[in-house]
């Protein structure tokens, strides 16, 4: 070890010269795998010169990390290891953060290894050393980081069932838990002390008698790091702690409930001041939150004996009056703790229901006192007097806006949407607070007409108060937005009454802040729409005030409103066609004003409605609504969404209007042929959405125009590049379906060979059933719509097919494929009295042709007759089977008798699922009903159509030539059963 000396740590760290730091370097790293190296780095641990300290440390954590795990002994002997996990704990108090990190890193890597099984006491060595350091604040956080990393890894390790370690990670896990208890025994104290002079220090602060210096962040950061090993420790084992010393547990949720509350107060007097504790203040009320939450919701049945109190405390809470936005995390946690209390299944279900309930009930906390006590407390405390009180604190304080979101209002309407539109309750206050409104009147519906009552009230008393008093229209506005979700009692309530009473009303009279009401009601209305039943009219007025104010905010929400009550009554009756017009202009005109992405969808997906709901109506409003989309498609390039949202609209007109694709159609094309390039190709919401306007299109039009012939090979490049994407493939596949029935010849002229050869590399590459499906179908379509030589002109493709049939075959996933593919050559075998299906088999394989017949064969035979669901098909297979039974083959001896037998148990299905209505007709793969494309594969699914009692008379005079030549009493029993089977139904 001479080599390692203090010179060399010196000029590691210290020299300027490139080759002498490399040199030394190298020097280290040779040193590396001596025994001792380690301990003797250890000497100079004490350097004054903080370049080199840093330089041990980092040496030591190299070695640590790459050599601990090595079962050699000689680089690190087990001796060595005892006494580097000794030292390590001494230097845990280190403040400086390069020697601090290094230490938890290495401690953190030590103990994933070590503990259990050769470090078993390490978290009581360093919780024991940190109640005897005064600033023992390192200590917990490595502690917490240890701890966090084991429940992690096991987690980890569950969920994915196959992890080879997993029987480890239980160990470490149930290691911990048994030292869990004492752990919690020595942390807590730390937390208490701590947290109490804390809270002392900053109240003399206020005070005035004690000086600012003297405030260190150091009890900020022990608290708040206590307080997390604490909170870790309650999430796994409260029920462990419960079951050994549940007083105590008790007695530290009542102290932490005393905390949470002096943290609070604490924190509003000093929330202005730049004291460097204040943060942590706040930090350690929002972590009590969490704890009382958290255990709540992972361990309902044991927070029972803690219930009662923690709903009295968050009720004290809830009514406490603290400022906005310095508390709205706080009022968060508390609104959402008591949804999570409220919608807590453990105290709401019957025990013997919890019992079954497996996968979301802790069986080894269930008991049925605990469920007893745990649905009595509820049930005592959230009484109707309560719930009436807790309804009136969240519509006084918590549904009003505040006037920093009305200046935000007025300031970006469009962003403030966008925010409204994507708040979620858990984080914001008024979502909570409707999350909660939202779980009170579900579980308890028998308050909706006492707290429609209140709602009535409050909203006459604010009329009473005139309409330039802005603390009433607030107050109105949180009324009306709590009428909008009494909508789960509105059996109980006359909306139509409360409707002309008050919210028709707020449209006669106007005053500057009349737009807050405006949208409000226009929401109350949205929320409602399916109470709506003989007022159409003045709700369609309404909404068209909306529409037309100067507020963008009302106009939007009038907007909405519309398509809610667009999707509960038909627009197109008679007595609401004034409405048409207006209501379309309006939402036109708005969406010109949009900015932002969210909302520009919002409303162009209204559009979208309209055109839906509208249909044939929407013609005389068609050229406004393409001017409109098509100066959007302008400026919205970069937006996908926007444009996805564009190129619906544009589908959704063609598929409404009749002959609308061939009107549209030089409008259409360049945005086809735009989104099907490569740029868009990867962008799955305009690829997915511009796909179907395509098909929509090819549908519609009763030919294919030249542009749209040039326009196929796009497909083919989208599908190339979408090989791994079979959502993908099948809409190719709908299209180019399309383009077949509708194109015919024409089609095939230009388009044939490339198909062919996109066919049969998409085909060797598909592995889920229905996409199999859709290829065979489409492979059907081509040899049916035009009379190719399958031998000459497709016979890769087919034999691609047939491979993967042989291949599949026997999965049970993949028998519908099979039974398609049988479908697909039977019809070849049909066509040209055999030569084509002889053929094919015999150019491919001179030598097998007879082989792989015999297959064909034996796959009728055992196929299952669920596997040809569509009764066209079976006819097909119905068709084969009879030829063959006629064929003077000797290969087909063996089979004729079993084969006799499927053909008329075929027969007999057809007529038995025609009858009950239980087969399917066809797979039109969602074609708009009545298009030509519709009518094309229609009428070519006719020609298959034959009556099934002819079919009887046509099997039995093929069957009496096959008793002819092979007489057996055995055929001629089957067809007697065959009589009285299929004239008994």
Same mark, same amino acid.
């Given at each position: 070890?001479?080599?390692?000396?203090?010179?060399?740590?010196?000029?590691?760290?210290?020299?300027?010269?490139?080759?002498?730091?490399?040199?030394?370097?190298?020097?280290?790293?040779?040193?590396?795998?001596?025994?001792?190296?380690?301990?003797?780095?250890?000497?100079?641990?004490?350097?004054?010169?903080?370049?080199?300290?840093?330089?041990?440390?980092?040496?030591?954590?190299?070695?640590?990390?790459?050599?601990?795990?090595?079962?050699?002994?000689?680089?690190?002997?087990?001796?060595? /290891?005892?006494?580097?996990?000794?030292?390590?704990? !001494?230097?845990?108090?280190?403040?400086?953060?390069?020697?601090?990190?290094?230490?938890?890193?290495?401690?953190?890597?030590?103990?994933?290894?070590?503990?259990?099984?050769?470090?078993?006491?390490?978290?009581?060595?360093?919780?024991? $050393?940190?109640?005897?350091?005064?600033?023992?604040?390192?200590?917990?956080?490595?502690?917490?980081?240890?701890?966090?990393?084991?429940?992690?890894?096991?987690?980890?390790?569950?969920?994915?069932?196959?992890?080879?370690?997993?029987?480890?990670?239980?160990?470490?896990?149930?290691?911990?838990?048994?030292?869990?208890?004492?752990?919690?025994?020595?942390?807590?104290?730390?937390?208490?002390?701590?947290?109490?002079?804390?809270?002392?220090?900053?109240?003399? +602060?206020?005070?005035?008698?004690?000086?600012?210096?003297?405030?260190?962040?150091?009890?900020?950061?022990?608290?708040?790091?206590?307080?997390?090993?604490?909170?870790?420790?309650?999430?796994? *084992?409260?029920?462990?702690?419960?079951?050994?010393?549940?007083?105590?547990?008790?007695?530290?949720?009542?102290?932490?409930?005393?905390?949470?509350?002096? !943290?609070?107060?604490?924190?509003?007097? @000093?929330?202005?001041?730049?004291?460097?504790?204040?943060?942590?203040?706040?930090?350690?009320?929002?972590? =009590?939150?969490?704890?009382?939450?958290?255990?709540?919701?992972?361990?309902?049945?044991?927070?029972?004996?803690?219930?009662?109190?923690?709903?009295?405390?968050? +009720?004290?809470?809830?009514?406490?009056?603290?400022?906005?936005?310095?508390?709205?995390?706080?009022?968060?946690?508390?609104?959402?703790?008591?949804?999570?209390?409220?919608?807590?299944?453990?105290?709401?279900?019957?025990?013997?229901?919890?019992?079954?309930?497996?996968?979301?009930?802790?069986?080894?906390?269930?008991?049925?006192?605990?469920?007893?006590?745990? #649905?009595?407390?509820?049930?005592?405390?959230?009484?109707?007097?309560?719930?009436?009180?807790?309804?009136?604190?969240?519509?006084?304080?918590?549904?009003?806006?505040?006037?920093?979101?009305?200046?935000?209002?007025?300031?970006?309407?469009?962003?403030?949407?966008?925010?409204?539109?994507?708040?979620?309750?858990?984080?914001?206050?008024?979502?909570?607070?409707?999350?909660?409104?939202?779980?009170?009147?579900?579980?308890?519906?028998?308050?909706?007409?006492?707290?429609?009552?209140?709602?009535?009230?409050?909203?006459?008393?604010?009329?009473? $108060?005139?309409?330039?008093?802005?603390?009433?229209?607030?107050?109105?506005? $949180?009324?009306? +937005?709590?009428?909008?979700?009494?909508?789960?009692?509105?059996?109980? %309530?006359?909306?139509?009454?409360? *409707?002309?009473?008050?919210?028709?009303?707020?449209?006669?009279?106007?005053?500057?802040?009349?737009?807050?009401?405006?949208?409000?009601?226009? +929401?109350?209305?949205?929320?409602?729409?399916?109470?709506?039943?003989?007022?159409?009219?003045?709700?369609?007025?309404?909404?068209?005030?909306?529409?037309?104010?100067?507020?963008?905010?009302?106009?939007?929400?009038?907007?909405?409103?519309?398509?809610?009550?667009?999707?509960?009554?038909?627009?197109?009756?008679?007595?609401?066609?004034?409405?048409?017009?207006?209501?379309? #202009?309006?939402?036109?005109?708005?969406?010109?004003?949009?900015?932002?992405?969210?909302?520009?969808?919002?409303?162009?997906?209204?559009?979208?409605?309209?055109?839906?709901?509208?249909?044939?109506?929407?013609?005389?409003?068609?050229?406004?609504?393409?001017?409109?989309?098509?100066? @959007?498609?302008?400026?919205?390039?970069?937006?996908?969404?926007?444009?996805?949202?564009?190129?619906?609209?544009?589908?959704?007109?063609?598929?409404?209007?009749?002959?609308?694709?061939?009107?549209?159609?030089?409008?259409? %094309?360049?945005?086809?042929? %735009?989104?099907?390039?490569?740029?868009?190709?990867?962008?799955?919401?305009?690829?997915?959405?511009?796909?179907?306007?395509?098909?929509?299109?090819?549908? #519609?039009?009763?030919?294919? &125009?030249?542009?749209?012939?040039?326009?196929?090979?796009?497909?083919?490049?989208?599908?190339?590049?979408? %090989?791994?994407?079979?959502?993908?493939?099948?809409?190719?596949?709908?299209?180019?379906?399309? =383009?077949?029935?509708?194109?015919?010849?024409?089609?095939?002229? #230009?388009?044939?060979?490339?198909?062919?050869?996109?066919?049969?590399?998409?085909?060797?590459?598909?592995? /889920?059933?229905?996409?199999?499906?859709?290829?065979?179908?489409?492979?059907?379509?081509?040899?049916?719509?035009?009379?190719?030589?399958?031998?000459?002109?497709?016979?890769?493709?087919?034999?691609?097919?047939?491979?993967?049939?042989?291949?599949?075959?026997?999965?049970?996933?993949?028998?519908?494929?099979?039974? =398609?593919?049988?479908?697909?050559?039977?019809?070849?075998?049909?066509?040209?009295?055999? /030569?084509?299906?002889?053929?094919?088999?015999?150019?491919?394989?001179?030598?097998?042709?007879?082989?792989?017949?015999?297959?064909?064969?034996?796959?009728?035979? &055992?196929?299952?007759?669920?596997?040809?669901?569509?009764?066209?098909?079976?006819?097909?297979?119905?068709?084969?089977?009879?030829?063959?039974?006629?064929?003077?083959?000797?290969?087909?001896?063996?089979?004729?008798?079993?084969?006799?037998?499927?053909?008329?148990? @075929?027969?007999?299905?057809?007529?038995?699922?025609?009858?009950?209505?239980?087969?399917?007709?066809?797979?039109?793969?969602?074609?708009?009903?009545? !298009?030509?494309?519709?009518?094309?594969?229609?009428?070519?699914?006719?020609?298959?159509?034959?009556?099934?009692?002819?079919?009887?008379?046509?099997?039995?005079?093929?069957?009496?030539?096959?008793?002819?030549?092979?007489?057996?009493? !055995?055929?001629?029993?089957?067809?007697?059963?065959?009589?009285?089977?299929?004239?008994?139904?």
């Amino acid at each position: 070890m001479e080599e390692i000396n203090k010179i060399i740590l010196e000029e590691l760290f210290l020299s300027t010269n490139v080759e002498t730091r490399n040199q030394a370097t190298h020097t280290l790293m040779e040193a590396q795998r001596t025994p001792g190296y380690l301990n003797y780095l250890w000497n100079f641990i004490s350097s004054p010169n903080d370049n080199i300290k840093n330089c041990v440390l980092i040496q030591w954590r190299q070695t640590v990390e790459q050599y601990w795990t090595l079962k050699d002994n000689y680089v690190l002997s087990n001796q060595e /290891k005892v006494e580097i996990r000794s030292k390590l704990l !001494s230097l845990i108090t280190e403040t400086r953060p390069m020697v601090s990190g290094a230490v938890e890193s290495m401690l953190s890597h030590i103990i994933s290894i070590d503990f259990p099984d050769l470090w078993p006491d390490v978290f009581q060595m360093m919780a024991t $050393a940190a109640a005897k350091q005064s600033n023992p604040c390192r200590i917990l956080q490595v502690i917490y980081l240890c701890i966090q990393k084991i429940v992690k890894e096991l987690q980890k390790a569950v969920s994915k069932q196959n992890d080879g370690n997993i029987a480890f990670y239980y160990k470490r896990w149930e290691t911990l838990k048994l030292q869990s208890l004492q752990l919690f025994t020595i942390v807590s104290p730390i937390w208490q002390t701590k947290n109490t002079e804390m809270l002392a220090l900053l109240s003399n +602060y206020s005070q005035g008698s004690v000086q600012k210096e003297s405030l260190s962040i150091e009890l900020g950061r022990i608290s708040h790091f206590s307080l997390k090993v604490i909170k870790i420790l309650l999430r796994e *084992f409260l029920p462990q702690f419960a079951s050994q010393n549940e007083e105590t547990l008790v007695n530290l949720f009542a102290h932490m409930s005393q905390m949470t509350m002096k !943290s609070i107060q604490c924190f509003l007097v @000093l929330k202005d001041s730049t004291i460097c504790l204040v943060p942590y203040v706040q930090k350690t009320c929002f972590l =009590y939150m969490k704890i009382f939450s958290q255990s709540q919701r992972n361990h309902p049945l044991t927070f029972t004996a803690m219930l009662k109190n923690f709903l009295d405390f968050y +009720y004290a809470l809830l009514n406490t009056n603290y400022p906005r936005p310095d508390c709205e995390k706080l009022l968060v946690h508390i609104l959402n703790f008591l949804s999570d209390v409220l919608t807590s299944r453990e105290y709401l279900s019957p025990y013997q229901d919890l019992l079954k309930c497996k996968k979301h009930i802790k069986q080894e906390e269930l008991s049925e006192e605990k469920v007893k006590i745990g #649905q009595s407390t509820l049930r005592n405390f959230f009484d109707k007097d309560k719930l009436l009180s807790i309804v009136r604190i969240l519509i006084s304080r918590y549904l009003i806006m505040s006037e920093k979101a009305i200046e935000a209002w007025k300031e970006d309407p469009e962003e403030f949407l966008e925010e409204e539109l994507s708040e979620s309750h858990k984080f914001k206050l008024i979502p909570a607070t409707e999350y909660l409104f939202h779980r009170i009147l579900r579980y308890y519906p028998g308050i909706g007409v006492p707290l429609f009552d209140i709602i009535r009230d409050t909203l006459t008393e604010c009329n009473m $108060a005139g309409p330039n008093n802005f603390e009433a229209i607030l107050l109105k506005d $949180a009324c009306y +937005y709590a009428f909008a979700l009494t909508v789960p009692a509105a059996s109980n %309530i006359d909306f139509k009454k409360f *409707f002309f009473e008050f919210m028709a009303k707020e449209f006669s009279v106007s005053y500057p802040n009349a737009f807050i009401i405006k949208r409000r009601v226009a +929401y109350v209305t949205e929320l409602w729409a399916s109470e709506i039943s003989d007022f159409h009219k003045d709700v369609y007025r309404m909404c068209i005030a909306c529409l037309d104010d100067r507020d963008m905010l009302v106009q939007v929400y009038g907007a909405t409103t519309l398509r809610a009550i667009l999707e509960d009554f038909d627009i197109r009756d008679e007595k609401y066609l004034e409405f048409i017009k207006p209501s379309v #202009q309006y939402i036109v005109a708005l969406v010109k004003k949009m900015s932002g992405s969210s909302t520009t969808c919002h409303i162009l997906k209204i559009i979208s409605l309209v055109i839906q709901e509208l249909k044939e109506q929407v013609r005389p409003h068609m050229d406004l609504i393409v001017e409109c989309v098509s100066s @959007l498609w302008e400026v919205s390039q970069q937006k996908k969404m926007v444009l996805a949202s564009i190129i619906t609209i544009l589908s959704k007109l063609v598929e409404v209007l009749i002959g609308g694709a061939a009107e549209l159609e030089l409008k259409l %094309i360049p945005i086809i042929s %735009i989104c099907s390039e490569t740029a868009y190709i990867k962008d799955v919401p305009v690829l997915d959405e511009i796909l179907d306007l395509w098909g929509n299109v090819i549908e #519609q039009m009763p030919y294919l &125009t030249p542009q749209l012939l040039q326009l196929y090979p796009k497909s083919l490049l989208v599908a190339k590049e979408n %090989i791994e994407d079979p959502p993908t493939l099948r809409k190719i596949l709908h299209i180019t379906e399309a =383009y077949i029935l509708i194109g015919k010849e024409q089609f095939y002229k #230009q388009h044939f060979e490339s198909l062919v050869s996109n066919l049969t590399i998409a085909l060797s590459n598909m592995y /889920k059933p229905h996409h199999i499906i859709d290829t065979i179908e489409l492979i059907e379509i081509m040899v049916r719509v035009v009379k190719i030589e399958p031998v000459t002109a497709i016979n890769t493709l087919l034999r691609t097919c047939w491979n993967l049939m042989i291949r599949k075959f026997s999965q049970k996933d993949m028998e519908e494929p099979v039974g =398609y593919g049988l479908v697909l050559f039977g019809r070849i075998f049909l066509t040209n009295e055999g /030569k084509h299906f002889i053929d094919f088999f015999s150019n491919w394989n001179p030598n097998e042709w007879k082989n792989q017949f015999v297959k064909f064969v034996e796959m009728l035979i &055992t196929m299952d007759t669920n596997s040809v669901p569509v009764l066209s098909n079976r006819k097909i297979l119905v068709l084969v089977m009879s030829k063959l039974l006629t064929l003077s083959e000797p290969l087909l001896v063996p089979h004729i008798p079993v084969l006799a037998e499927r053909c008329i148990t @075929l027969i007999h299905s057809i007529a038995r699922d025609k009858k009950k209505k239980s087969g399917k007709f066809s797979r039109r793969n969602g074609m708009i009903t009545n !298009s030509p494309c519709f009518r094309a594969k229609r009428q070519l699914e006719n020609n298959d159509d034959y009556d099934t009692t002819n079919e009887m008379f046509f099997f039995q005079s093929h069957f009496n030539q096959v008793l002819q030549t092979h007489p057996s009493p !055995s055929l001629q029993k089957l067809l007697q059963d065959f009589h009285s089977r299929f004239t008994d139904k």
